[in-house]
């Protein structure tokens, strides 16, 4: 895993608008209609989920080798 | 990690209470974060709005705030300005709240240059009073008061802006944060009316009405319509059709109202120059 995703779960509405601009599949919404990591492996952090997150709810950091 | 725009907002206000998926939380991230990259000081930056679902934003954010009348956000802010010139004023507004109740005060201050920022929430529709149709709702599309289709023709706002008088007039989506972000920190640098339009998404009672129910089938929208202005300016008419133009339409240098203002002052207090 590349990235560190990071959910403020209390923000977060389920529009679901980071699963539909998510390029890897890696968000889905769970059975609360709130956004769960589904396949964190294939996240490529390109920030398209934070960026157009309506409710600053989601959070991308690429992780810094060590 | 904590974004380093987290510190415009008040956090005990969050989250917001726009409905899921509304573009107005996208757009006001663009503000703050142009703020940020100007480096705008939250004790001499004020931000005005009017009355409407735009309007809420001022409540989120972290500076000094003024909550107004229907419409009447641009007046407000035009005060604040001329007895404190040195603050930098920021209006929230939206379509109904600026082309509407607030239309004639919206041209005038363009008219007069006055040095505001105006940044316009165009969500299409009269969101928190139950989806009226508003002057910039699109023709044909439906809305509670127009169930067959709103017969109205919509303002292009940003024409209206440029016709009245505004000296930096800017377009941009939801969907396209940071060319918003950028065009937001543009009408910062301008001294003189800067107006920006940003198209935002409102699903609930907008889109739901018009085959668009999913936040995201909007924002789709916005990014197959979009045009960025260079490309526009080459597109064939016919090939423009249910598109919109994106990016800045117009610059330019005027006097601003307040150093204008100042100038009368001088000359009423019998300085000759």
Request: with cysteine; glycine share 8%; proline share 5%.
């Amino acid at each position: 895993m590349i990235s560190d995703i990071t959910i403020k779960m209390a923000r977060c509405k389920g529009c679901g608008i980071c699963v539909a601009f998510c390029p890897k599949q890696v968000l889905a919404l769970d059975e609360l209609s709130k956004v769960q990591v589904v396949n964190g492996e294939a996240c490529i952090a390109c920030g398209q989920c934070e960026l157009r997150c309506p409710d600053y709810a989601i959070f991308v950091d690429k992780k810094v080798s060590q | 990690m904590e974004r380093s725009f987290e510190k415009y907002f008040r956090q005990n206000r969050l989250p917001h209470l726009w409905c899921p998926g509304c573009g107005n939380g996208i757009a006001m991230k663009a503000i703050v974060m142009a703020i940020e990259k100007k480096g705008l000081s939250q004790d001499n930056t004020v931000i005005v709005s009017g009355i409407g679902c735009s309007s809420r934003a001022s409540g989120y954010m972290d500076f000094d705030t003024l909550h107004t009348a229907h419409g009447r956000a641009i007046p407000f802010a035009t005060g604040i300005k001329l007895a404190r010139p040195e603050l930098n004023v920021i209006v929230i507004t939206g379509d109904g709240d600026c082309t509407a109740i607030g239309g004639n005060l919206f041209i005038h201050a363009a008219r007069r240059n006055v040095d505001l920022t105006v940044v316009l929430f165009n969500n299409s529709i009269y969101g928190m009073t139950g989806g009226q149709a508003s002057p910039m709702t699109p023709y044909g599309k439906k809305a509670t008061t127009a169930p067959y289709g709103a017969i109205d023709r919509p303002f292009d706002v940003c024409q209206l802006a440029i016709a009245s008088g505004a000296t930096y007039v800017a377009r941009s989506t939801a969907f396209h944060v940071q060319h918003l972000t950028e065009m937001i920190a543009g009408g910062f640098d301008n001294q003189g009316f800067s107006f920006i339009e940003a198209v935002v998404q409102c699903p609930t009672a907008y889109g739901r009405k018009n085959k668009l129910p999913e936040p995201a089938d909007m924002m789709k929208w916005m990014r197959d319509q979009a045009i960025m202005k260079p490309a526009w300016d080459k597109l064939p008419a016919e090939k423009r059709e249910e598109k919109f133009p994106i990016g800045l339409f117009y610059s330019a240098q005027y006097e601003d109202y307040t150093t204008a203002y100042d100038e009368v002052i001088q000359r009423a207090g019998g300085d000759q120059k």
